[in-house]
């Protein structure tokens, strides 16, 4: 029998540990996403601990109109923002176990508008 979405998502995340690590110099961009909302930390995997979060259930984000796609891009701006003040310049994306578009993507496009380099 073939895997569920789940269990698929959770073997790719698995995978995808393996290779990226955060580190104080390159920390991991890590996403998460439900069905209503969208959530990214930066993450320092040598110490664990995450240095910057952003999610569309901030204050500043919740005001704000439009589609999941636009919020998510928001979110991507938000966190290079936060990312930038605390002196992080490149991350390694991890997404999380999830396919590289839609709302994934959008938030990756707004984290490299917003400066981060991944």
Do not use: C, W
Request: glycine share 10%.
């Amino acid at each position: 029998m073939g895997l569920s979405k789940t269990q698929r998502r959770e073997r790719i995340q698995k995978r995808i540990r393996k290779i990226s690590n955060g580190t104080a110099e390159r920390p991991r961009l890590s996403v998460y996403r439900s069905n209503k909302e969208i959530y990214a930390q930066v993450i320092d995997d040598t110490k664990g601990v995450t240095l910057v979060s952003a999610s569309s259930r901030d204050k500043e984000l919740t005001k704000s109109k439009g589609t999941k796609t636009e919020i998510a891009s928001q979110v991507g701006k938000a966190v290079a923002e936060k990312a930038k003040k605390a002196g992080i310049d490149a991350v390694a994306f991890d997404r999380g176990g999830n396919l590289y578009h839609g709302r994934v993507k959008s938030l990756a496009e707004g984290a490299r508008e917003g400066g981060l380099k991944f």
